[in-house]
């Protein structure tokens, strides 16, 4: 069976190392290249479930063109699924530079690299090559915030909020452009919130599930009161693969799980499973740990996601509601916690 090496970006990171194991067992004629810079967001422990000859790790930067450019010629790559990304908003508005960087110009490095190597002109694919795919990543952030009614659509105009969101709707467009100027076959998709196992302890859910199982209080922005739409990172994978396998060239794919649930309703869920699967030693409430903390700059009230289209053109749906997926990801910090004393 011939070998087709697909280069994966941020394959350490939480969804792309879903994505990786995910992929490699779907796919017996597929070999991996996985290039991630091993940020703090990315980790070699998140691929240690990872059992195959057709994984290829390659520690780097998609911001180094020579590295990049190298790697096309080594494996001869013939597709690209574009995962990495500096993703944390709080960081962005601290250190925003980051971000523009990697989200911006990282992007424009590995779709000109890719143009380069698949293409002799616009509009015109080396022989051999005509099936080379570049699947860009995104975020529901692009498209900026909800009032309480309404959904994102892919026709939604942008309006990113935030110096993150902005980096993104930024690298949505360079791709946008390639798919217009030189004829590449592009595809994008915009994910809503994901959660499930290995996501970097920083964001909100494993942030409550640490706060609440080391006895400290758990801080929730503002009055907890804004909403996400919440996908569970094996459906976002299986999206993603369905959108590169089967999505029209040139088009805009959105993901989300339909599962729209406010800040306070994801910590008093949480702190709910845990008191009836894990009770305190003292008898209280997980619930008594929740603190309100100041909104941070920009928030966003509300994001949701319309599926229909890729639901509708690919078949595509979300596998886990909210309720099945938390309880899925609770369990597997748990086990991920029980051996380091965080557990009381």
Same mark, same amino acid.
């Given at each position: 069976m011939t070998q087709k090496h697909i280069l994966v970006t941020g394959g350490a990171g939480f969804i792309g190392a879903n994505f990786v194991k995910y992929f490699i067992e779907e796919n017996e004629n597929v070999t991996v290249i996985n290039l991630d810079k091993l940020t703090y967001a990315g980790s070699l422990e998140n691929?240690?479930?990872?059992?195959?000859?057709?994984?290829?790790?390659? +520690? !780097?930067?998609?911001?180094?063109?020579?590295? /990049? +450019?190298?790697?096309?010629v080594k494996y001869d790559i013939r597709g690209v699924i574009h995962f990495a990304a500096e993703?944390? /908003?709080?960081?962005?508005?601290? !250190?925003?530079?980051?971000?523009?960087?990697? *989200?911006?110009? !990282?992007?424009?490095?590995?779709?000109?690299?890719?143009r380069n190597y698949w293409m002799d002109a616009p509009n015109s694919y080396k022989s051999g090559y005509d099936t080379c795919r570049f699947h860009h990543v995104s975020t529901d952030e692009v498209y900026g915030t909800l009032g309480e009614t309404g959904l994102f659509e892919e026709t939604t105009p942008y309006a990113p909020n935030s110096p993150y969101s902005a980096s993104k709707a930024s690298s949505d467009f360079v791709v946008r452009s390639y798919f217009h100027t030189y004829g590449m076959d592009v595809v994008t998709t915009n994910c809503? *919130?994901?959660? !499930?196992?290995k996501q970097h302890d920083e964001k909100l859910i494993p942030t409550i599930l640490r706060k609440a199982l080391q006895g400290e209080q758990i801080p929730i922005y503002g009055d907890g009161l804004n909403i996400r739409d919440w996908l569970y990172v094996l459906d976002h994978c299986k999206g993603i693969a369905l959108a590169y396998e089967t999505g029209k060239s040139g088009e805009t794919y959105n993901i989300g799980g339909r599962n729209e649930k406010t800040n306070l309703y994801i910590v008093n869920s949480i702190c709910s499973?845990?008191? +009836?699967?894990?009770?305190?030693?003292?008898?209280?409430?997980?619930? &008594?740990?929740?603190?309100?903390?100041?909104?941070?700059?920009?928030?966003?009230f509300r994001y949701a996601i319309d599926a229909s289209k890729i639901e509708d053109e690919l078949g595509w749906k979300?596998? +886990?509601?909210? &309720?099945?997926?938390?309880?899925?990801?609770?369990?597997?910090?748990i086990e991920k916690y029980k051996d380091t004393g965080i557990l009381q």
């Open positions: 691929l240690k479930d990872v059992h195959s000859e057709r994984h290829i790790f390659v +520690e !780097g930067d998609i911001c180094d063109r020579q590295l /990049v +450019e190298n790697l096309f993703s944390h /908003v709080d960081n962005s508005i601290t !250190g925003p530079e980051a971000f523009m960087q990697t *989200n911006v110009i !990282g992007t424009f490095t590995l779709i000109d690299v890719a809503s *919130n994901n959660y !499930g196992p499973y845990l008191d +009836e699967k894990y009770t305190r030693k003292d008898n209280s409430s997980y619930k &008594e740990l929740i603190t309100f903390v100041k909104d941070r700059p920009g928030h966003d979300a596998d +886990e509601n909210f &309720e099945s997926g938390i309880v899925k990801t609770i369990e597997w910090y």
